[in-house]
């Protein structure tokens, strides 16, 4: 069974930076590599909304919200994708999440909360 565990999450001033990373276990290299492994983000009283994620091909995908400021990446190696975010507004405070999706379903992290304050 799949899991997704989440970690980097914190406070940071506006402007600062913020790394999250996301690890999957009880999967091969080759399983987790093939699907779409990503994060979304829930601010209170709003809807889940994505953030950027990576192909089975390895193509990135990202919201506008967040272009140039977030680079998503991943290691193979490790089951791991990493969320690099620069420049950091307090719009985006949130609580992030880590997805696994393919043919086979979805699987989400429990989450990790990043706060931005002005």
């Known amino acids: 069974q799949v899991q997704l565990v989440e970690s980097g999450g914190g406070l940071v001033q506006a402007g600062g930076s913020l790394t999250l990373s996301c690890a999957a276990s009880g999967a091969s290299e080759s399983f987790v590599s093939s699907n779409v492994m990503g994060w979304y983000r829930q601010a209170p009283g709003n809807e889940r909304e994505f953030v950027a994620h990576i192909t089975g091909s390895g193509t990135t995908n990202s919201a506008d919200s967040v272009k140039g400021r977030f680079t998503l990446s991943r290691d193979k190696a490790k089951n791991t994708v990493i969320l690099q975010m620069m420049n950091l507004k307090p719009e985006d405070t949130a609580i992030y999440y880590c997805?696994?999706?393919?043919?086979?379903?979805?699987?989400w992290g429990r989450g990790t909360q990043v706060t931005v304050s002005s």
């Open positions: 997805n696994l999706m393919g043919s086979f379903g979805s699987v």
